[in-house]
């Protein structure tokens, strides 16, 4: 037994990527009625992912132990195999996403997950292709699993079917198919000036390039950086994503508020790694970003004013939540990171809840599912459709609207940034860090950026208060008291669940504070992640 | 050759990204197929033109005539990825054609 852990324990790292891969595959072989086995299995793997992700946050947490747990697929040492990297950040970001995960799949088991065929394989093979983007240190492992994350969020994206969904889809996959082109020239060039696609090689290389080779490599992480900033959802690359995301179904759009931060996290990344290294790449693009993320936080705050639904100003909030990271990220102090981080947790489970609640805030006694045919009929699904026709509600909970209104007003208060959630001190510290850098931070920007960035966050809020008060006021005080609204066990769980979580991340922000701080800390000291990754000692791990 | 190449990968450029850009689902199929088809090029490029040149190297070969391996793997994972997920945006396209009855790619039916 102990030895079973002792091996698993060696394999940490990998298991949030394998588990939901297996689990997935062998998902496909069951039929679709076998529905029960289905939810056990998703729920089984979620929990193993929960358990590696928090092992995970134990050894990189311990001062005691290496801050970095490297694992090296098949042994061969990096640069020339491909590597894992756990270190605080991603860890975080894969806790986050698991966490997030597990709640959709819940809230999903209610009704979504019958609602269409191979629901639950590729909502696991999301979460995978998350994990994996988290975990990898290599450049081109990173699109293969961004790969994988889009291919199951297109399956997700269109969950349900209808026309809305398959419109926004037609778009999304559009977009994303040639953001992955983006993607690959920007690979290619960096692997053709630099010879390598391990991050940390990079880093090492891009130190080392004579001026002619930088002008390439400059073009090339630029080319790179479009791709990242299409995914994470910046102006003017973001059209799309208010309407694909109000169109998902709600435990899907859920899970797609971890899917800007992606992006997000892999320009932190890539900005750790390379702003350090040497003068030629000091702060390369941070001027931009610092832009880009002002203009997606004032496009996502007019957004958010103009949308009459709800959903679509979940849509815009999580263009603001992007777009102050991105302002905030091009700071390049880890004073303020760590702040920033703070507010990416509370930023994203407080999206994601909203996600949650449009549907339910939006669902009537008696109201049909929001589902249409499927267009492409296969056998057994025609089977199922008639077996699910007469699905019944269930038990619901008493006092309904009350709930979801204390909910909303919860949700309210982490997004707009108010006392006494995490969002509010997430907020002040970001401001108050930005503010103390002064001309220390925003080296490349003109003086006084940082005053920019103080205003636009402090207007946005303001903004979105205005607008979530207003949609609040519409929902639950101005409707007429005849509609009652239904809310099953099973989906109020989830809400539950990550309500509680945002209550713990305020009460718990000291620790919580200090590990972000501690892993904005581990993103300053590159040398430690350079060594830890090239040096790993040889591996005594088996196959 | 490179001049070859590189014309060749801006052809299919930009013919592509002109017919991404054009209002029909299958204009912007056939663009985003011309798109993959130039960066697997593009890719290949990346490792520097090399011909007769073996990607192994053994005893006695001259290391002077070497094509780099990685571009060629990469763009094998790259070609199986955008095949796949070309497909995949098939059956998007032909969903949407079904449910709205255009092949705009607005599916608000006005064809140009």
């Known amino acids: 037994m102990s030895g079973v852990l002792e091996a698993l324990d060696r394999h940490v790292s990998i298991l949030p990527i394998l588990l939901p891969l297996v689990a997935s595959a062998t998902m496909l072989l069951l039929h679709e009625r076998r529905r029960r086995t289905k939810a056990v299995i998703g729920s089984l793997t979620l929990a193993a992912m929960l358990a590696a992700a928090v092992r995970l946050l134990a050894v990189v947490a311990d001062p005691s132990t290496p801050e970095i747990v490297v694992y090296r697929l098949a042994d061969w040492g990096a640069p020339y195999g491909i590597v894992l990297v756990a270190d605080r950040l991603s860890v975080l970001m894969v806790i986050v996403t698991v966490l997030l995960g597990a709640a959709g799949l819940t809230y999903a088991l209610a009704r979504w997950a019958t609602l269409g065929p191979r629901f639950h394989s590729l909502y696991l093979l999301l979460l995978m292709g998350l994990c994996g983007a988290f975990l990898t240190g290599d450049l081109f492992n990173l699109y293969v699993f961004f790969e994988v994350l889009l291919a199951a969020s297109y399956g997700l994206a269109l969950h349900g079917s209808g026309k809305r969904r398959v419109k926004a889809g037609l778009h999304y996959v559009a977009i994303n198919l040639a953001t992955s082109v983006v993607f690959l020239v920007g690979v290619s060039l960096v692997y053709a000036v630099t010879g390598t696609l391990n991050m940390a090689d990079l880093a090492v290389k891009a130190g080392q390039l004579g001026p002619d080779d930088l002008v390439l490599l400059k073009a090339g992480l630029s080319v790179l950086g479009v791709a990242f900033l299409v995914k994470s959802g910046a102006w003017p690359l973001a059209f799309w994503l208010p309407t694909t995301y109000s169109a998902a179904a709600a435990p899907v759009a859920a899970i797609f508020a971890v899917m800007t931060k992606v992006g997000v996290y892999v320009i932190l990344r890539l900005a750790a790694l390379l702003w350090p290294g040497g003068e030629a790449l000091a702060f390369f693009g941070s001027s931009w970003l610092l832009y880009v993320g002002l203009a997606t936080v004032l496009f996502g705050t007019f957004g958010v004013l103009a949308s009459s639904e709800l959903p679509r100003m979940a849509g815009y909030l999580t263009m603001i939540s992007s777009g102050t990271l991105l302002a905030v990220i091009a700071s390049g102090e880890p004073v303020v990171l760590s702040s920033a981080l703070y507010y990416l947790i509370g930023s994203t489970i407080g999206i994601g809840v909203i996600f949650l609640l449009c549907e339910l805030v939006n669902r009537r006694d008696g109201e049909a599912a929001q589902v249409v045919g499927p267009v492409f009929h296969d056998d057994f699904e025609t089977q199922l459709r008639n077996e699910f026709e007469g699905v019944e509600l269930g038990v619901t909970l008493p006092l309904a609207t009350t709930l979801l209104a204390a909910a909303f007003f919860f949700v309210a208060l982490q997004l707009v940034g108010l006392p006494p959630l995490s969002g509010f001190i997430a907020k002040f510290g970001m401001l108050a860090a930005v503010v103390e850098a002064g001309t220390g931070g925003y080296a490349n920007a003109p003086a006084g950026a940082a005053w920019w960035v103080v205003g636009v966050i402090v207007f946005s809020g303001f903004c979105v208060l205005v607008a979530l008060m207003r949609k609040g006021v519409s929902v639950f005080w101005a409707e007429p008291s005849a509609t009652t609204r239904v809310v099953r066990p099973l989906e109020a769980v989830p809400v539950a669940f990550l309500i509680a979580m945002l209550v713990a991340l305020t009460v718990l922000a000291r620790p919580t504070l200090r590990y972000t701080a501690a892993a904005s800390a581990g993103l300053e000291a590159r040398a430690s992640y350079l060594s830890g990754v090239l040096q790993a000692p040889e591996g005594e791990q088996e196959p | ?112």
């Open chain 2, 1 to 112: 050759m490179e001049i070859v190449v590189a014309i060749g990968i801006g052809v299919l450029t930009t013919t592509g990204v002109y017919l991404l850009l054009r209002p029909r689902t299958f204009q912007v199929i056939i663009g985003l197929s011309l798109l993959t088809y130039a960066v697997n090029l593009f890719i290949l490029a990346m490792g520097r033109l090399v011909v007769g040149g073996a990607p192994l190297l053994t005893e006695g070969a001259d290391p002077g005539k070497f094509a780099d391996p990685v571009p060629q793997s990469l763009v094998l994972t790259s070609i199986v990825i955008s095949f796949s997920m070309t497909a995949l945006f098939l059956v998007v396209l032909l969903a949407a054609r079904g449910l709205t009855g255009t092949d705009h790619v607005d599916g608000d039916g006005m064809t140009t």
